[in-house]
Structures are given as structure tokens and as C-alpha cells.
């Protein structure tokens, strides 16, 4: 018994864990200073169920650690199916929560599905992209697999919540990627999307069709414009750059961060929170949050080359792909760097469904850790 | 092209338990771009927030400074504006609400749609509260800009209750001017308003942030730097709701502006106001009227006032409905007719004349002058009002029963000796130029002279461009092109009065401090220009103007002889009834001063289109005098004549 939890508390990757831990600690009390204000009467509202969150996720990232993962690889067709007909059930049923009708309400919660379909998502894809593995590099395997990953995206889209499709989108190109797909396939993919991009943005609504919603477009030019953005993308990302830039090199400290709890940064405890982070511990604050997913990406990246097997090592590194795009997309919003698409920071950002989702994967990682071939 | 092995057949079942690793060199390289994709995003985030924070966090400190610190003005109430006793109350202010809102917390989209809702409920344009906020902005990007001003409780409490839907927006405590007696001295007192976008730059240059509102007109205007008061500052933290969340920066209370105490005395003007009213309605045909009653020794203003008037409460609460009806009103209520109408003064100018023609050597006062109905003169023909005929007359007599063809033949005289030397005279009375009295808007009225009329008529009227007799003849009877106002003729009459000096009038007394302290006298220190008219000259216009008010066949007899019967002060003053055009009623003057040997009081009515002098502008002056404390004697004695006996 001993030498058996010995061994598994070996296997583990305490470095990742570590990582995740601190990030996952400092979001409890970033999300408790930035909300004093929100809730009149009740301070923690927020930090309590942030606290609630974090505990059911680092459970259910647990039992995804001791879990084979290896056994869902077989499971692509059912888990696609349950992620479809929740996407469904959302879609008919569903709340809506700042334009977008992607939560389901449990109880006092609500969940959004669409969170946890990133996780599906990778195993399903990886699962398919591994049993097409002979002819991986045919046009037909690569289509195939973006017919698979265009169905849930496409609901999310229409939800809509066009930064969740978009992740979607980073799981695929990840999954195609380290599976072996030929470099001429994404050359080809980049060019479509440029070419819709130029489509939605520009050619159909000069000539009156409107793809995206109106606040969409906003939001997506809202970076490219001048400093002093209109509309209410502007606004925030004004407010956000304010914040950030005001917390200078270490920060104002949490009472004095007058951007966030004066209520002028706004969804500062969701999208904007990497923006909290910053204005209360300036760049050093900032800089030590990258540096911490700088050490998962690494470790994730590290786990990909070690693992056991192929579906584990496309599993392993489409994960890092989603964490990285999500932080680049999240933090370089918040920096005004890319566009506003409601993405959460993982590990930080407040919220139940990304929180377990985030640390669901992490528990995989773990899962696939154990199992990983030795150098 | 290295081909991938296939592991594990494509099923969990044929997974070994320790596979050999799966890493290809391909994939290999590929975690190694995705390795350099990760290091790049980080690296390209990192020095994104080095520039933001460190190189430019002061900027951005200062706008997360600028969020929070609200600067919340206090607007200061104004002076409060009295007659000379300091008791009687004409502007005071009293609290109303405004509606502000601050252009920085403000931006863009945001502005538009907070301004689109306050439109609707202050039932303006978005388009004009944008263009408030703007030129706010511009200006004064920290300081609240007013909206709205005295909104009324029914807009004001539902934009308080629901405030959280106008971010950036306030209600402010304010006070909006008042006038308590309603139209009394409206012209005097003029009112306060918005400052106009022609004048906004000037009173930005003088230190006003554009939302004030200032004096428009009358002393409000003319003595604004010392009624406007100082508006507070108090400078507080708020969130992005603009409430308030405690700390507070810096405070600096208002101070009210410094009061005005006018030199008019109440019962003069109400006296003189009454009089206007009444004559103007008693003659049937008359448009308006004015009047002006000032003390002789000092220039300084008892009573002045224009009929018909207006209530100066309705520009001041911006009541636009009155405001339009009196800027449509064909009878002109807001002109003020006591300094900018201009009327010929007819025979009241025959005072002036004499004075002239004695001091040119050119008249005698024993020298008799022949004054039949009619002369020519000229190869014209003169007739006297009325064909009346008085015979071999000295000067006395000539103003005591106006005769015209009287000063017809001064007039010749002042023409041969020569031409232009009246016009002269007249302008050492102050005729035909400002008073430089303490109000705006003063018109100087007109003295034709030979240049004058040269230069009015070369392009008009090439014949008609040359100084004739006739214009000569014409003015010793206060017609032809000469204009003037009742305050010029008070002024002209207050230098016969007293001796030769021309004062330059004044309503403004003093201001004071809110403790009451002195602050500036203006009455006392205005200038006065002595002509130089010796007694020999003075004294029978003196008593000209004695015999025209009370002599046997003077022609205000019947309104001041029952005065002086029932030992009321002595009045002496001069009728006029000045030609209009031809088929309208004649303007009817009167000016004359009290006591006749020691005056206290100088009073000059015009009744425009009113008829004769005598019985419609002489009662208004035996009624006002009769209202002064010095010269006090009871109204009813102002006789009414009902037969014209002359002009």
C-alpha cells in the first residue's frame, strides 16, 4: 500500500502541479480582492464560490488522474454525440448571460457546456486523428477531421460565443498539427480563413448580410483602432489598458487599485482579470503569472515528447495548445494586443465550468504523466 | 517524407502496457515549433506589458487619477441688487436644481447614449446636449457641465431616483435669480441668462467656465464682475457610476457675489411707472412711453423707467413662451425707450435755444421779438401751433406760452451769424451724445450739424445734401433731424437747474460686502463738465420755465398752478409736442424740475404718439415729483387740463 502511493505520488509532475496550484490560489485571492464591491452585502460572494469551484475541480481533476485515459479512445462516436446533444439541450433551453445563450441552469449553478466540449473536443479529435493515422497525410483525413470539429463549433458560433469556437478552432489546427498533417493543409486553411475573415468583416456587410453580430464586430476591431476606442469594446479596453499601465512596475497594491473596485474596469473578474492582476501587482505581478504558465506550457510540452502513447501524446499537446491560446488570446486582449472574444484566463479567471474544464485537463495530463515512457 | 508508425493499431484494446515511445522526429520538431510558438506569444505579451506599465505607466496612473477624482462645482448665488435705502429687495436668488454631467467620465458611445436618455427626458435634441459637452470638454474637461438648469421637481426626481441609468451625470445645486416685484424697474434692473455663443469666448478670457449664468442686460449686466460670486470646488474620489466612495481631496466653499445698492428711490419709481401706464392708456393713442427723474446736484437716477415693460422673472426661468411674446410684441416691451428710443424733443428744446442764442449774443431776454401766427421766413411760410398770436414778446414770455414763430426768428439769427453754432450748443447740453450712464445699451440720440447732413444725404439725396435755413429754424423747435431721449433732456434740464453743469448720471450707488462693508462707491466719483452759463443768461429761462408751469397763460398751467395754490413746491418745466410724420399723433414731452430755486428733483416724460405735452406727459412728471420725499406733496393736486391751450 505504501509502496503503491509512493510510487503514483512519484509519477506525478509536481512542477505542473505546483504551477497550476499557485495559479489556481492567487485567482481565489485576486477574484476576493476585485470583488469586495460587487455584491453589496455580501463581499465574498464571488470568493466563496470561485473556493466551491476550485475544490470540485482539483477532485474531478484528481479522478481524471487515476483514470486511464486510454480507454475513452475508443468512445469518440458517444462522446461527440453526448457533447452535441448538450450543445442541443443548451441551445433550446439554455440561459443567456451577456448576449451569449451558452449556460444551462443546475440548481444555483449554471454550467456551459460549450467549456467542457474543449476538453471532448481534444479526445474525440486526437481519438479519430489516431485511428486515421496510415493515411494522415491524405486531403480526405484532414477534412474529415475538420467536418468532426466544425459540428460543435458551429453551434457554439451560433450560441453565440464566438471566442469558445474559436478555441475549438485551436484544438482542431493542434490536434491536425502534431498528428502529422502535411504543412500544405494549413497553409491552405490559413488562406480560407483570411479569406472569410475579409468575407465577414468586410465584403458581406458592405453589401448588406450580417454574419456577426453587430457587438461581435465591435469587439473584434475594437484592438485595431486608436487609443481612444469607441463604443463599449472601447470602453473596456480603454478601462483595461488604464488599469494595467497604472499598476506600473509592482503594482498599487489591492486597496488602492482604483481601476477594479471602483467599478471602472469592467468583467473584471472574468475576462479582464489578468488586468487586476496587473493593476494591483504591476509588472512583476503580471510578468510572474506568464512566467507560471511559461513553466506549464513547458512542462505540458516536455509530457508530449514522453508519452506512452501517440493518442496520449496528441491528447497531451493539444491540451498546451488550448492553454496557449487561450492565454495569449485572454491576456492579449486585456493588453489590447488582440480582439475582445470572451475568453477566460484558465486557472484565474473566475468561473466554474472553465475552472473544472482547465483543471480536468491538467488531471489527464497527470493521467498520461503516469503513463509516460521513460527517456 | 518520414511515415508515421502506426501505434496501437488504431484501439485501446492493442495498447501495450510500456510502449516504446511514440515520438517520430516530425512530431519532434513539431512540439519544438509549438515550444517557440508558446516561448513567442509570452515573449510578445511580456514586452507588451513592459511598455504599458513600465514605460508608460505615469500616463496611465494619471488617467486611472482622472476616473476617480471628480471635481464637483458649487455654483455661488449672485449679489443681491437694492434700491438706495439698501431696504427694498429687486434681484435676489432663490434654489433650484441643474442638471450637470462631466465630459470625462463621458466618451464616445457612452456620452451618446447617456445623452440620448437625458434627452428624452428633458424633451431636448441629443444633438444640443452633445454640443454642450463638447464645448464643455474643450474647455473644462473636469469640471461639470450644465444641461439643464432650474429643472423643475417633475424632471429632477426621477432622473435622481433612477441616476445609475445616467452615469457621469448629477444633480446640482443651484440658484436661479428672482425678481420679486415682477416687472418693477425691469428695464433698470435687466436679467440674467445664458451666456451666448458669441460672448462665450470673451467670458471664458475673463475666468467664467461657460456654464454661469450672467447679468443680460440692465445693472445685471453692467455690474456683473461684482454681483457674480465665486463657485465652489470640492474634489472627490468616485467609482464608475460617479457615486460618491468617501475620500475627499481638496474643498473650497462658494462665495456669494458682492451686492448692488441702486441710487433709485422707491417711491419715484413706482410713481413714475404708474404715470407711464396711465398716460399711455389715457391717451388712446399712444405706442409707449419714458421717463426719467434724477437729482439735479449729484446726476444720480431717482426713478427711470419704459413703458410698456416686460417681467425679467421670465428670462431669468427661462419662460420661453413669455420670452417669444415679448420678442414678437409690435410695442417692443424690452426696448428700453429712457436711453435707446430716440425722439424729436420738440418745444422742451426751446430751453436750450434760448440758452444758446444768449450765450451767442445773438437774443436779448428784454430784447421784445414780434410772434405772429404765422412769418416768412426764407420765402416760406412759419406758422405758430395752433395760428396762435402773441404779439411783441420777451423770452420769458415765449416759453411760458411756447411760441414757435418766436425762436423762428432766433433761428434765423443763429443761421446769419453762423450756420452750425446751435448744434454746438446743443451738444454742450449732451444732446445727441451718450450719457455714460451705468446701464448697457444706451443710444446717443442725434444733433444734426451742416457736416452731418452733407455726409447723410451725398449718396441718398445729392439735393437735399446741404445745411439749409430751414434746419437751422426747425431744430430751435426741437424738429427736424434733432432725436434725443428723456435722460439727455433730464441731464440738459439738471444744468439750467443747477447752474451749468452737465452730470453724467448714474443709478449705481454702492457696492457692498456681504458683512455690509463698502466695497466701491460709484455715485459719488462720476464726472460733471461745467458749460459755463453765466446768471444773467440763466435766470430768465429760470423764469420762463416758472411762467410755462404755473404763469397765468403758461402752457402747463392747469397741471402745476393748483400744485403751487395749495402751496405745493414751485415746478418750472417746459411742454413739447413733437411732430411726428405727417397724419400721426405727436410725441408729448414734458421736463421740469422742483423746487424752481432750490431743485431737487429733475423729470423728463415722453409719451410716444401720446398727444400734447401738456396733458399727456406733464401730469406724469406733477405725479412723480409729487412722489419724491424732498419735493412731497399730495398727487391729486396734479391738474388734468381738458382744453389745449398750446404746445
Not at chain 1, 488582440?338 to 489527464?364: D, E, K, Q, R, W
Not at chain 2, 449732451?430 to 442725434?446: C, Y
Request: net charge neutral; hydrophobic share 45%.
Amino acid at each position: 500500500m505504501g509502496e503503491r502511493v509512493r510510487s503514483a505520488l512519484l509519477s506525478l509532475d509536481w512542477i505542473l502541479i505546483l504551477a497550476v496550484g499557485l495559479l489556481l490560489v492567487f485567482s481565489v485571492h485576486v477574484i476576493d480582492a476585485a470583488t469586495v464591491n460587487d455584491v453589496p452585502g455580501s463581499p465574498n460572494f464571488f470568493t466563496d464560490r470561485q473556493v466551491l469551484f476550485t475544490i470540485g475541480a482539483v477532485i474531478g481533476g484528481i479522478m481524471l488522474a487515476a483514470f486511464d485515459i486510454t480507454r475513452l479512445q475508443g468512445m469518440s462516436w458517444v462522446l461527440l454525440g453526448g457533447l452535441l446533444g448538450a450543445l442541443a439541450v443548451v441551445f433550446v433551453l439554455g440561459t443567456t448571460v451577456k448576449g451569449a445563450n451558452a449556460w444551462i441552469d443546475v440548481g444555483p449553478f449554471n454550467l456551459q457546456p460549450s467549456e467542457m466540449g474543449k476538453v471532448v473536443m481534444i479526445l474525440v479529435l486526437s481519438a479519430l486523428a489516431v485511428e486515421r493515422m496510415a493515411e494522415i497525410t491524405a486531403r480526405r483525413t484532414t477534412l474529415f477531421l475538420v467536418a468532426v470539429a466544425a459540428a460543435p463549433a458551429a453551434v457554439v458560433f451560433l450560441q453565440p460565443d464566438l471566442g469558445t469556437a474559436l478555441v475549438y478552432g485551436a484544438i482542431l489546427t493542434a490536434v491536425l498539427f502534431l498528428a502529422g498533417a502535411p504543412w500544405t493543409h494549413f497553409a491552405t486553411a490559413a488562406a480560407v480563413v483570411v479569406g472569410a475573415l475579409v468575407l465577414v468583416l468586410g465584403i458581406l456587410p458592405a453589401s448588406g448580410v450580417h454574419v456577426l453580430q453587430d457587438y461581435q464586430v465591435e469587439r473584434l476591431t475594437a484592438f485595431v483602432n486608436g487609443d481612444r476606442d469607441s463604443g463599449k469594446a472601447g470602453y473596456q479596453l480603454d478601462q483595461s489598458k488604464t488599469a494595467i499601465g497604472s499598476g506600473g512596475a509592482v503594482g498599487k497594491g489591492p486597496e488602492e487599485a482604483t481601476q477594479t473596485i471602483n467599478d471602472f474596469l469592467p468583467e473584471h473578474h472574468t475576462d479582464f482579470i489578468f488586468a487586476v492582476i496587473a493593476e494591483m501587482y504591476g509588472f512583476a505581478g503580471a510578468a510572474g503569472v506568464l512566467l507560471l504558465f511559461g513553466i506549464i506550457l513547458w512542462r505540458i510540452l516536455r509530457l508530449t515528447a514522453r508519452a506512452a502513447t501517440q493518442f496520449e501524446q496528441i491528447v497531451a499537446g493539444a491540451i498546451g495548445a488550448m492553454i496557449m491560446f487561450q492565454l495569449f488570446q485572454n491576456v492579449g486582449m486585456n493588453v489590447g494586443i488582440m480582439p475582445i472574444t470572451g475568453i477566460p484566463l484558465p486557472f484565474v479567471s473566475y468561473g466554474g465550468s472553465h475552472t473544472v474544464t482547465n483543471v480536468a485537463a491538467i488531471g489527464i495530463l497527470l493521467s498520461i504523466h503516469r503513463r509516460r515512457a521513460g527517456l | 517524407m518520414i511515415t508515421p508508425r502506426p501505434t496501437g493499431g488504431g484501439g485501446p484494446s492493442g495498447n501495450p502496457r510500456r510502449p516504446q515511445r511514440p515520438l517520430t522526429p516530425r512530431t519532434a520538431f513539431r512540439i519544438a515549433v509549438l515550444g517557440i510558438i508558446a516561448m513567442g506569444m509570452i515573449g510578445v505579451l511580456v514586452v507588451r506589458l513592459w511598455f504599458l506599465q513600465v514605460i508608460g505607466g505615469q500616463a496611465y496612473a494619471q488617467r486611472a487619477n482622472d476616473n476617480i477624482l471628480r471635481t464637483i462645482v458649487t455654483e455661488a448665488p449672485r449679489g443681491v441688487i437694492t434700491d438706495r435705502t439698501g431696504k427694498v429687495v429687486l434681484a435676489r436668488n432663490s434654489p433650484s436644481t441643474n442638471i450637470v454631467a462631466y465630459p470625462k467620465e463621458l466618451v464616445d458611445d457612452r456620452r451618446k447614449l447617456v445623452m440620448g436618455r437625458l434627452a428624452d427626458t428633458l424633451g431636448v435634441t441629443r444633438y444640443s446636449l452633445m454640443v454642450k459637452m463638447k464645448r464643455g470638454e474643450d474647455n473644462y474637461p473636469y469640471q461639470p457641465v450644465v444641461l439643464a438648469r432650474d429643472v423643475p421637481d417633475g424632471i429632477a426626481i426621477p432622473v435622481a431616483e433612477k441616476i445609475r441609468e445616467f452615469p457621469g451625470v448629477e444633480l446640482q445645486d443651484s440658484f436661479v435669480r428672482e425678481y420679486p416685484n415682477g416687472t418693477l424697474a425691469a428695464h433698470l434692473l435687466g436679467f440674467t441668462g445664458a451666456i451666448s455663443d458669441k460672448q462665450y469666448e470673451d467670458y471664458l478670457a475673463r475666468g467664467y467656465n461657460g456654464n454661469e449664468r450672467v447679468g443680460k442686460d440692465g445693472v445685471e449686466s453692467e455690474y456683473e464682475q461684482y454681483l457674480k460670486g465665486v463657485s465652489g470646488q470640492r474634489r472627490v474620489e468616485v467609482d464608475a457610476f460617479g457615486e460618491q466612495v468617501g475620500r475627499e481631496f481638496s474643498t473650497r466653499p462658494p462665495v456669494q457675489g458682492k451686492n448692488l445698492r441702486l441710487t433709485i428711490d422707491m417711491p419715484t419709481q413706482r410713481a413714475l411707472e404708474a404715470q407711464l401706464e396711465a398716460r399711455v392708456r389715457l391717451s388712446g393713442t399712444a405706442r409707449g412711453a419714458a421717463g426719467v427723474a434724477l437729482n439735479p446736484n449729484t446726476g444720480e437716477i431717482l426713478g427711470i423707467a419704459s413703458y410698456p415693460t416686460y417681467d425679467p422673472n421670465a428670462f431669468a426661468r427661462q419662460r420661453n413662451g413669455l420670452i417669444t411674446r415679448y420678442n414678437n410684441d409690435k410695442r417692443t416691451p424690452t426696448l428700453d425707450r429712457a436711453i435707446a428710443a430716440q425722439f424729436p424733443p420738440g418745444s422742451t428744446f426751446k430751453a436750450l435755444t434760448a440758452t444758446s442764442a444768449m450765450e451767442l449774443g445773438i437774443l436779448s431776454p428784454t430784447e421784445p421779438i414780434d410772434s405772429p401766427s404765422e412769418i416768412k421766413l426764407y420765402d416760406k411760410v412759419w406758422p405758430n401751433f395752433q395760428k396762435q398770436f402773441h404779439g411783441q414778446i420777451t423770452l420769458p414770455t415765449a416759453l411760458e406760452v411756447s411760441s414757435d414763430t418766436f425762436f423762428y426768428r432766433v433761428g434765423r439769427r443763429f443761421y446769419e451769424q453762423r450756420e452750425g453754432q446751435q448744434s454746438e450748443w446743443a451738444q454742450k447740453f449732451g444732446i445727441g451724445l451718450p450719457t455714460r450712464i451705468d446701464l448697457p445699451g444706451e443710444l446717443p440720440g442725434r444733433v444734426p450739424t451742416p457736416q452731418w447732413k452733407v455726409n447723410h444725404f451725398k449718396d441718398l439725396y445729392p439735393t437735399l445734401a446741404v445745411w439749409l435755413p430751414g434746419d437751422e429754424i426747425n431744430m430751435t423747435v426741437g424738429q427736424g433731424f434733432v432725436e434725443t431721449n428723456p435722460l439727455q433732456m433730464a441731464i440738459a434740464y439738471a444744468a439750467i437747474a443747477n447752474g451749468g453743469k452737465i452730470l453724467t448720471p448714474v443709478v449705481g450707488r454702492e457696492i457692498t460686502d456681504q458683512s455690509g462693508r463698502v466695497v466701491r462707491k460709484i455715485a459719488s466719483a462720476r464726472p460733471a463738465r461745467d458749460i459755463g452759463i453765466p446768471a444773467r443768461i440763466l435766470t430768465p429761462v429760470r423764469e420762463g420755465l416758472k411762467l410755462a408751469a404755473t404763469g397765468g397763460n403758461g402752457t402747463a398751467w392747469g397741471v402745476f398752478a393748483p400744485v403751487l395754490g395749495a402751496g405745493g413746491p414751485q415746478v418750472a418745466g417746459k411742454t413739447g409736442t413733437a411732430e411726428t410724420a405727417p397724419g400721426q399723433p405727436d410725441h408729448a414731452w414734458f421736463v421740469g424740475y422742483a423746487p424752481a430755486d432750490n431743485p431737487e428733483i429733475v423729470v423728463a416724460v415722453v409719451v410716444e404718439k401720446g398727444g400734447t405735452g401738456a396733458t399727456n406727459a406733464a401730469p406724469a412728471v406733477c405725479h412723480t415729483i409729487a412722489a419724491y420725499e424732498p419735493t412731497h406733496f399730495d398727487g391729486d393736486l396734479c391738474g388734468t387740463p381738458t382744453v389745449e391751450k398750446s404746445n
